[in-house]
């Protein structure tokens, strides 16, 4: 059998709709979303007027289901 590559790593799958539907029924404007490098972050959401990674974008959905 011929080895497996990249064997034990996870793709990286982000489901950048949902992300983009869920803000928008927190009731904020999704402008633009950017496909960015690899080295830069994965994606850039344009959200209310700023410019987000998904990190900063995980923490205002966190921060809205805290209300």
Known sequence: MPPQQNCGKLSRM???D???QTLRQHGHTVDGVFS???NAG???LVV???TLNL???RVLLE???AK
């Open 14 to 16: 982000v489901d950048i």
């Open 18 to 20: 949902l992300i983009v």
């Open 36 to 38: 960015v490098p690899d």
């Open 42 to 44: 994965a994606y850039e």
């Open 48 to 50: 209310d007027g700023n």
């Open 55 to 57: 990190e900063e974008a």
């Open 63 to 65: 921060a809205d289901e």
